[in-house]
């Protein structure tokens, strides 16, 4: 596609469910990242994977969260036994690095509520 | 540590006057400073960026922005607002010791009153 697309738009879970989120980037893209965005702040760091290298997981807020991906394509994130505070939009952007200087394109977003 | 402070949470234009978006940041090298805006229900979107090329960076849509190192600003401007641009705006920065990894401003929310 255009774009960097995420599915679901919306997740609604019960505390203490896992949920899988998923990104799928523009292709080409050799980096990928994931970020969340609690109401009315900005975005936090979450994971970053860079080809075939070892993922940058020092955002990840807890051992509930994980994230994978295969080749330079298709990325989850899952978060077991959500939480309330794991509420937030969590969003996925990709990049192509060019010459040190690289432009992250942002996805719409996956809006997680747990109840 | 690098960080980015936007002085303002909300800020009110009346369509057609001048918009401008303030950002600090700090930094103990030169860093990379981008804007991006968010609409509702829709992805960031990147507006420009400065990577320590000129201090005057024009993106799209009529904004630009101007990195001043002695001030430790980078203010987002545009001379005419127009209703589409009513939206959530961040001011971003890398870090130094990963590029790749962004620092977000909490953000601006434009309103544009007709």
């Known amino acids: 596609g255009a774009g960097v697309s995420q599915s679901p738009s919306n997740k609604v879970t019960e505390k203490g469910k896992d949920v899988e989120l998923r990104c799928d980037p523009i292709s080409g893209h050799t980096a990928l990242y994931w970020y969340r965005q609690r109401l009315g702040q900005g975005l936090e760091f979450l994971i970053y994977?860079?080809?075939?290298?070892?993922?940058?997981k020092s955002g990840l807020p807890s051992d509930r969260f994980s994230a994978e991906r295969t080749g330079e394509s298709v990325s989850t994130l899952t978060i077991q036994r959500t939480q309330q505070e794991d509420s937030a939009v969590y969003l996925c952007a990709s990049s192509f690095v060019v010459a040190y200087q690289e432009t992250q394109y942002f996805g719409p977003g996956t809006r997680l509520l747990v109840l | 540590a690098q960080s980015v402070t936007q002085l303002d949470s909300h800020v009110s234009v009346s369509e057609g006057t001048p918009v401008l978006l303030r950002c600090n940041y700090s930094s103990s090298y030169s860093p990379s400073l981008f804007w991006y805006v968010q609409h509702p229900n829709k992805g960031l979107q990147l507006l420009l960026k400065?990577?320590?090329?000129?201090?005057l960076v024009k993106g799209i849509n009529g904004f630009e922005a101007e990195f001043k190192k002695s001030e430790t600003s980078f203010h987002l401007t545009k001379p005419s607002a127009h209703m589409s641009d009513a939206a959530e705006y961040f001011c971003?920065?890398?870090?130094?010791?990963?590029?790749?990894?962004?620092?977000f401003g909490s953000g601006t929310r434009l309103l544009v009153r007709p």
């Open positions: 971003v920065v890398t870090r130094m010791d990963s590029s790749y990894k962004l620092i």
């Open positions: 994977f860079q080809g075939n290298s070892a993922p940058d």
């Open positions: 400065y990577t320590s090329a000129a201090t």
